[in-house]
């Protein structure tokens, strides 16, 4: 069971927008920001969304991320077959004094 | 171009030692904190443990803690985790990671490609 729960899978048709919820608690996602990990298939994990919200050069503003209270959301607009991946949620857990990540969604684009 | 390059995965028996090691280039190694995050290959993500750029931060999660430590030598631009007391559950694959961002915590900025390390007698 993941300190941060994710829904295992979501999916979409190419153009439309998705979102990915992040559930957490006051120790982790209610008192530090969120970061956001893509993995494609095979491949490492990759830093999507940092601080909640900003995104690294290069990835595209379709990818934006959010919070509220102890929950965190990222979106994807203008849904493309290439976004086909897994997607993490992470942050830092005070109680815990260290690193947790949500169990991961499974992003199809159908 | 950063790249972090692990090694040293491979097969191991139950309450054996491996050790791993991740060389790091591009960019200026003890300016930044690193850490391991391991997968079970087709799981999630789990944490393992984090060093400060000067050694003098580390963390563990609990699942670790007492058997792996980690250290760096800034001057060969090299991270490792000593992994002690191999259990079943600790195969997975591992991963090298550069820490971002000034303040800690920071965030798991740029990723290695990782090692696997099985454990099976």
């Known amino acids: 069971q993941s300190v941060l729960p994710q829904p295992p899978s979501v999916s979409g048709t190419p153009g439309q927008r998705v979102t990915i919820s992040c559930s957490g608690s006051s120790s982790n996602i209610g008192n530090n920001v969120v970061h956001w990990y893509q993995q494609l298939p095979a491949t490492a994990p990759k830093l999507l969304i940092f601080?909640?919200?900003q995104r690294p050069s290069g990835v595209p503003d379709r990818f934006s991320g959010s919070k509220s209270g102890t929950s965190a959301s990222l979106a994807i607009s203008g849904l493309q077959s290439e976004d086909e991946a897994d997607y993490y949620c992470?942050?830092?857990?005070?109680?815990?004094?260290?690193?947790?990540f949500g169990g991961g969604t499974k992003l199809t684009v159908l | 171009e950063v790249q972090l390059v692990e090694s040293g995965g491979g097969l191991a028996q139950p309450g054996r030692s491996l050790r791993l090691s991740c060389k790091a280039s591009g960019f200026i190694f003890d300016d930044y904190a690193m850490h391991w995050v391991r997968q079970l290959p087709g799981k999630g993500l789990e944490w393992v443990s984090g060093?400060?750029?000067?050694?003098?931060?580390?963390g563990y999660a609990e699942s670790v803690k007492g058997r792996f430590i980690v250290s760096r030598d800034n001057a060969k631009n090299s991270l490792f985790l000593q992994m002690n007391r191999l259990r079943p559950e600790d195969m997975a694959f591992y991963y090298c990671?550069?820490?971002?961002?000034?303040?800690?915590?920071?965030?798991?900025?740029?990723w290695g490609r990782g090692t696997l390390v099985a454990v099976s007698s």
């Open positions: 992470a942050a830092w857990d005070d109680t815990l004094n260290g690193w947790v």
């Open positions: 060093i400060s750029w000067d050694s003098g931060r580390i």
């Open positions: 990671i550069k820490g971002g961002g000034a303040q800690q915590p920071g965030y798991f900025d740029v």
């Open positions: 601080r909640t919200s």
